[in-house]
């Protein structure tokens, strides 16, 4: 059984940042292997985690049209094997998580064929790991158009506004209207400081998604990523780390 949790919210939130001390939990609570989906065309979650960038599916879908245009795709290798073989082979394998980049989702032009194959590999590469994090962009694209399989659990990250709070609201009524088969939402307000203020509060109350963490403003996780170092290695006391760890072991049933 894989579990699928897939992080969303607006831009600048924190989605990635959450991600990839996501992973780092739940690798350090099951040390089994991770993978972690990077669904936003902007593809920065392997800077977070430490890995080179792969080579995107956008990128091998492109390819791989041209190449089925030409004709030179031969009898003797079925679109399935030589789609499979590039996943595999853009699949970027770290420690103990495994990345794959969706990079740019598909254009106006039609690859509906290969689309429906990528979606079918993908789905077999989900099924070999325990845990898949899809770290998705602001308007959850690849969800959308079903690149990956159905969503245990949505998190919806929001800074610490009204404006964001209403924001992600929004953002579950869409997955519901784009009928994105998630079994549960919960919000993560992140960079907190001090206590919640009442509107603020109220506006939580409103959209009554249940808060799953509240992630403390981390002077550590700036830092880290102002001189470029991967936050999976961020000190096992920074306050961001802690509160995502602690929401890993209440909310995943490890
Ligand atoms: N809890 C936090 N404490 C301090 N800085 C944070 C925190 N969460 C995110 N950031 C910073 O906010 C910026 C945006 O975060 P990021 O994870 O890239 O957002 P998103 O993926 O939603 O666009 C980054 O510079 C990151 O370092
Ligand atoms: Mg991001």
Not at 3 to 10: E, N, S, V, Y
Not at 47 to 70: D, F, H, N, Q, W
Not at 223 to 239: C, I, Q, T, W, Y
């Amino acid at each position: 059984m894989t579990t699928t949790i897939a992080l969303a919210g607006k831009g600048g939130t924190g989605k990635t940042t959450v991600s990839a001390l996501l992973i780092k939990a739940i690798i350090a609570r099951t040390k089994k292997p991770i993978l972690a989906i990077d669904a936003d065309p902007a593809s920065n979650l392997h800077l977070a985690l430490g890995l080179p960038m792969p080579p995107t599916v956008g990128e091998i879908r492109e390819e791989t049209s041209k190449v089925a245009l030409e004709g030179q795709l031969g009898v003797s290798i079925s679109r399935h094997d030589y789609l499979t073989h590039e996943i595999r082979m853009a699949l970027e394998e770290g420690d103990q998580v495994d990345l794959l980049a969706m990079g740019r989702p598909e254009g106006q032009g039609c690859y509906c064929a290969i689309n429906h194959l990528l979606r079918v590999i993908i789905d077999e590469v989900n099924r070999h790991y325990s845990y898949v994090v899809i770290d998705n962009e602001a308007g959850m694209e690849h969800i959308s158009r079903r690149t990956t399989r159905d969503v245990n659990l949505l998190l919806l990250v929001t800074d610490p506004t009204v404006r964001g709070v209403k924001t992600a609201g929004e953002m579950a009524r869409l997955a519901q209207d784009l009928e994105i088969n998630v079994q549960d939402t919960k919000l993560i307000i992140n960079r907190v400081t001090g206590d919640l203020p009442q509107p603020l509060q109220e506006a939580i109350d409103e959209i009554g998604i249940e808060i799953a963490a509240m992630v403390p403003a981390d002077p550590e996780v700036n830092r880290m990523d102002a001189m470029g170092e991967p936050l999976v290695k961020v000190n096992s006391d920074s306050p961001a780390w802690t509160a995502i760890d602690g929401m890993a072991a209440k909310i995943l049933r490890f």
